[in-house]
Each structure stands twice: as C-alpha cells, then as structure tokens.
C-alpha cells in the first residue's frame, strides 16, 4: 500500500494511493477503496456505538481502517468534526463535513492548505478512512467524494471525531496488517 521509505522521507515523495473501484452512478463518478483490502485486517483496535458529541482515540500503529457512522437525526445543521494529531497534539489535519452547505472542507497548514468536496445530505454520513504510513485517505458516503493527503509524523497518532449536538456515532478501527 505505501513505500516504506517515504513514511521517513522528508522531501516530496507524491501520493500514494490505495487500490479502487470506479462506478458511476447517474452523472457522478463514485471512488471507493477495493473490498479486498478487508484481509488486510489484523484485529479490531477501538469501538464505539453510542450517542456522544465526542468520540477519540490514539494509535501506535500508522495501519489503520476506520469506519465511522453519524446519524443526522435531528441534528442535520449540526457540523462533524474529524481531526488527527501527533502524539503532542499538534494539529496535522481538520475536516468539517457541513450538511447545510453538503460540503467537507479540509483544512492543514502549508500550501493548497485548504480544499472542499461535496456530499449529498443523507441520514447518515459514512466515512472510511485508510491511514498508512505517511497517508491518509478519506472517502465520503460510499465514495460520492473524497480526500488524500500526505503527512510525515513519528510516533502515535490521535484521532477525534466531534460535533456541536449530541448525535449517534457508530465508530470501529481496525490495524491492517503492513506487508
């Protein structure tokens, strides 16, 4: 899934990306991660299913699926939140995903620092995340949109998902295997 020797390099070393499928579905192509790379799974790392405004967790390992569901409710003017951080805390990467304006809007420092996808405004945001490495891919509503990015960081990573109101947040991780 990655090179090796880019998770230490600290020169441009491009995106790497995860194998995917394309569908179109009426006018809009959709991008989603292969369903073969569930076997990558080694063991079930975190898990939530309740209601919460807040859901966190932190990981040594820099293989992870995250699958996270957030049902709207009667919260669907109500932003979420994904934010990861290194082991100090320091911000790599915000997310919003808006359902009044349907947009995600990702935000980190540096150039192009700040970019948008749209989403459709359903009962529920889904969200897989794939973090490997120095990469994290982030694909919205069964692949109507999605992000990459790349990122250098030694040590854990923390993750946080959050909202204004409380809401039901369905989250589970899992470590995929590295080889």
């Known amino acids: 899934?990655?090179?090796?020797?880019?998770?230490?390099?600290?020169?441009?070393?491009?995106?790497?990306?995860?194998?995917?499928?394309?569908?179109?579905?009426?006018?809009?192509?959709?991008?989603?991660?292969?369903?073969?790379?569930?076997?990558?799974?080694?063991?079930?790392?975190?898990?939530?299913d309740k209601f919460s405004k807040e859901t966190s967790f932190n990981s040594n390992s820099h293989a992870l699926e995250i699958n996270a569901?957030?049902?709207?409710?009667?919260?669907?003017?109500?932003?979420?939140?994904?934010?990861?951080?290194?082991e100090v805390k320091n911000q790599i990467l915000t997310i919003e995903f808006n359902p009044i304006k349907?947009?995600?809007?990702?935000?980190?420092?540096?150039?192009?620092?700040?970019?948008?996808?749209?989403?459709?405004?359903?009962?529920?945001?889904?969200?897989?995340?794939?973090?490997?490495?120095?990469?994290?891919?982030?694909f919205i509503n069964d692949g109507e949109s999605s992000f990459t990015e790349r990122f250098y960081v030694e040590g854990s990573l923390n993750f946080n998902f959050s909202s204004d109101s409380l809401m039901k947040q369905k989250v589970k991780v899992y470590c995929l295997s590295e080889n």
């Open 1 to 48: 899934m990655g090179n090796k020797n880019a998770r230490t390099s600290r020169c441009w070393a491009g995106t790497m990306t995860i194998p995917r499928e394309l569908r179109m579905q009426g006018d809009r192509l959709y991008t989603y991660p292969i369903a073969k790379l569930k076997t990558l799974r080694t063991k079930l790392l975190f898990t939530q």
């Open 69 to 86: 569901n957030f049902s709207w409710g009667d919260s669907a003017d109500t932003s979420v939140y994904f934010k990861l951080s290194d």
């Open 102 to 138: 349907q947009k995600a809007y990702l935000l980190r420092d540096g150039k192009n620092g700040k970019r948008q996808a749209s989403f459709s405004l359903k009962e529920q945001l889904k969200l897989k995340i794939y973090v490997y490495s120095s990469s994290i891919e982030v």
